[in-house]
T-cell receptor, first 113, second 114 residues
């Protein structure tokens, strides 16, 4: 069963545009929502994360928006650059004694120069 | 610091063969994890360990075994390889299991079973 649903599967954005990736979760016990960035041939790397007690978190050009009542969260990349071209995964985990991440399906983002 | 190191990077197995995927971390992390990544499916947790001598199943453990004899190493064993185990395998580690704890991933092992 897919507990975290991510969309779109692929996204093409022009340089300087805004990239938006959306995720929805089902398990209300989740309390940590990270986004991971993965370049070809590499492992995922933490990009930014949010807890459900805040509605937005911003780090540089990357912003997470969180809607607890709708059980949705999204990643916004402002002023998208070709170097941002990668696969992005949203994830979620709960208080379980281990950082057992449940991942979304991934979004392949391409930024055209 | 090398972080999380996985070996080998690539491997082709025949159906029924066995192999061990190696994972080592030099960050003194207590928690370690194995995930598999299938196209269009994201990553799924196979097994995890909260410390030496302690392991537990994740979402997709069938066909795999693990052991954790030291803090540094967390090998993943495939006993009878099947085509369904063709995937990219990622090992990860974290200092603790608490929220806000970052998980660090290795570069992955691409396994093909033919």
């Amino acid at each position: 069963q897919q507990q975290v649903k991510q969309s779109p599967q692929s996204l093409i954005v022009q340089k300087g545009g805004i990239s938006i990736i959306n995720c929805a979760y089902e398990n209300t016990a989740f309390d940590y929502f990270p986004w991971y960035q993965q370049f070809p041939g590499k492992g995922p790397a933490l990009l930014i994360a949010i807890r459900p007690d805040v509605s937005e978190k911003k780090e540089g050009r990357f912003t997470i928006s969180f809607n607890k009542s709708a059980k949705q969260f999204s990643l916004h990349i402002m002023d998208s650059q070709p170097g941002d071209s990668a696969t992005y995964f949203c994830a979620a985990s709960g208080i379980q004694g281990a950082q057992k991440l449940v991942f979304g399906q991934g979004t392949r983002l391409t930024i055209n120069p | 610091n090398a972080g999380v190191t996985q070996t080998p990077k690539f491997r082709i197995l025949k159906i029924g063969q066995s192999m061990t995927l190696q994972c080592a971390q030099d960050m003194n992390h207590n928690y370690m994890y194995w995930y598999r990544q299938d196209p269009g499916m994201g990553l799924k947790l196979i097994y995890y360990s909260v410390g030496a001598g302690i392991t537990d199943k994740g979402e997709v453990p069938n066909g795999y075994n693990v052991s954790r004899s030291t803090t540094e190493d967390f090998p993943l064993r495939l006993e009878l390889a099947a085509p369904s185990q063709t995937s990219v395998y990622f090992c990860a580690s974290s200092y603790s299991g608490g929220r806000d704890t970052e998980a660090f991933f290795g570069q992955g092992t691409r396994l093909t079973v033919v």
